[in-house]
């Protein structure tokens, strides 16, 4: 599925982000402000409403000549205590007539001096405003005293104590608003900072790992990704750079594989005839034996040349692997044909029956019911077989035990060797298939390279590890069934 919104580079997502933040900030601000101008605006519209009522009222009670109800001022007073207005009326000789504050009245009224006096603009000259006080007792308050003079005598004066601490709250709530609003982005910004760090960083440790780890893992890739950003790019790069290293080193492989060829078709070349010389003295030696004493048995006559001819098999076989070994550069020869691989490995076992018997060795088959008729070369497979079988009696110089088991699939056959024996060490176990490598006092180290040779001819493969009692060595012979053939 192809992307819709196409993929954007580290530099690109940061500086998005940044964008983004600072754009909300830059909003957020602007639109509080805004909120915050309106209602300073509406606040002090009232406030304005309010100490133009009250002054209206102190002065008709001072200037009028009928009787006033003297509850007038303190019953519009009392609506406006929650701002915090507090009028007081004051006669000319300073002394407060009427206030809003019981305890006021009857006191002294103290004036400021002219030059505190501030002419207001709508008054005509008739009312002159004084400021007297700023902020008195920790709050955001202004004392007014106002002149009442009616053709030029005075008729006393009107207080006003105004508290103004509403701009105070409001300019206070837009300072937490924007504090609010500004720790909320903060943490939205985080947490955005935080998924896409997890985004990048977790990948990058990821191909770190997998680099300081190259050894331990076997050049192992790491997961693909279908990002398409610097992530995406460097996880493909590394998984590249790791399957080149991969075919680098199995073509290394390859090569010390070949030249541990050359090596063995050297040392066969150099030992062929050396051995072939000796194989047909054996061979004729055999020849004049059968000829000699087969005459004279009576009752083992059948048995010994039964064995006669076994070993006559064992030099022809022996005489054909050398014959491989000549050609090494040319992969090892088979002839398939029909095989019943249970009789092959029963013959093997006959072969070795009298070490088998010495040694104290048991040998049992499991599965004997399992159809094991492959297309194979039976030559070629009886001396994988006899290697194995040789090993395992190698393993038990005291006595032990050989299981013989098959075991078939819809697509493989398994023949699986088990024995009681010392076991592998499991570093030797790594190069068990390498030409001339042998934990062993007798012996080259062929048979098991030679083994694998052949059964990977017939491709298949061979393995072997410990048993699943935990002792001894288990060795597993896996066919593919050839349709048509087996």
């Known amino acids: ?260 060829f050359a090596a063995l078709g050297q040392l066969a070349g150099s030992l062929a005839h050396e051995i072939k010389n000796p194989l047909n003295f054996i061979s004729l030696a055999l020849d004049q034996l059968r000829a000699h004493y087969a005459a004279q048995l009576s009752n083992d006559r059948d048995h010994f040349l039964h064995q006669i001819a076994m070993m006559k098999d064992e030099i022809r076989r022996l005489a054909e692997l050398i014959q491989s070994f000549l050609h090494y550069g040319k992969p090892i020869e088979i002839h398939p044909a029909p095989t019943d691989v249970r009789a092959l490995v029963h013959g093997v076992l006959d072969f070795s029956e009298s070490k088998v018997r010495s040694q104290g060795i048991t040998v049992h088959e499991d599965d004997p019911e399992v159809p094991a008729v492959l297309h194979v070369d039976a030559e070629k497979l009886r001396t994988c077989f006899i290697n194995v079988v040789a090993n395992a009696i190698q393993a038990m110089p005291d006595g032990g035990e050989l299981r013989v088991g098959y075991q078939r699939t819809p697509g493989t056959l398994q023949v699986i060797f088990e024995d009681s024996g010392v076991g592998i060490d499991p570093a030797a176990a790594q190069r068990i298939f390498e030409p001339f490598f042998t934990t062993k006092r007798e012996g080259i180290g062929l048979g098991l390279f030679l083994s694998q040779a052949i059964v990977e001819k017939h491709g298949g493969k061979i393995t072997i590890g410990p048993n699943d009692s935990g002792r001894g060595t288990r060795v597993v012979f896996t066919f593919p069934l050839q349709i048509g053939k087996a």
């Open 1 to 260: 599925m192809k992307r819709i919104i196409p993929a954007f580079g580290l530099k690109a997502k940061l500086m998005a982000l940044m964008v983004l933040l600072l754009t909300m900030t830059l909003g957020a601000q602007v639109l509080v402000s805004l909120g915050t101008q309106e209602a300073v605006v509406e606040s002090t519209q009232e406030q304005v409403k309010d100490l133009a009522r009250a002054i209206q009222i102190s002065v008709q009670e001072l200037t009028s000549v009928s009787p006033v109800n003297p509850d007038q001022l303190p019953n519009y007073v009392k609506k406006l205590r929650t701002k915090g207005l507090q009028v007081s009326i004051a006669s000319s000789q300073n002394l407060i007539i009427n206030s809003t504050d019981p305890k006021l009245i009857g006191a002294a009224l103290t004036r400021g001096s002219a030059a505190d006096r501030i002419q207001h603009e709508d008054s005509g000259g008739l009312i002159d405003v004084i400021p007297l006080a700023f902020g008195t007792g920790g709050r955001q308050t202004t004392v007014y005293l106002i002149p009442v003079e009616v053709e030029d005598h005075l008729m006393g004066y009107v207080q006003l104590v105004a508290n103004f601490g509403d701009f105070a709250v409001t300019l206070q709530e837009y300072r937490n608003q924007l504090l609010s609003i500004a720790l909320g982005i903060f943490a939205v910004g985080l947490a955005f900072a935080w998924v896409l760090a997890q985004r990048y960083v977790e990948p990058i440790h990821t191909v770190a790992s997998a680099a300081q780890n190259f050894a331990a893992r076997g050049l192992e890739p790491v997961p693909e990704t279908r990002r398409g950003d610097e992530i995406g790019l460097l996880t493909r790069s590394f998984n590249e750079m790791v399957a080149q290293l991969r075919r680098a080193r199995e073509r290394e492989i390859e090569l010390n594989r070949l030249e541990r």
